[in-house]
């Protein structure tokens, strides 16, 4: 499935941290953020930066990108939110 593909796709085919990619990228970031602060692990981490970030908490951000194993976002917020749905689809 391509990022394209993802996002037109219907919310049920996903969980975790796709789903809240998914609403994310529909608009719905406190969707996506209730979702990502279940998720467990690096990927839920990992979204959970991206979505702190989106909203302007550059602090909160750093703290779950350093959960996540990865280094601060910086940049086009679409570009990073398009990279984080490729990697985890690529994932299976």
Do not use: C
Not at 33 to 52: F, R, S, T
């Amino acid at each position: 499935m391509t990022v394209a593909e993802f996002a037109a796709a219907d919310s049920g085919e996903f969980t975790g941290a796709l789903l809240a990619l998914w609403w994310d990228g529909h608009g719905d970031w406190q969707k996506a953020h209730e979702i990502a602060q279940d998720v467990p692990g690096a990927d839920g981490a990992w979204v959970h930066a991206y979505l702190h970030r989106e909203e302007g908490d550059a602090g909160n951000a750093a703290y779950w990108y350093r959960r996540a194993g990865r280094g601060v976002a910086e940049g086009n917020l679409r570009r990073e939110w398009e990279d984080i749905v490729a990697e985890m689809l690529a994932r299976g």
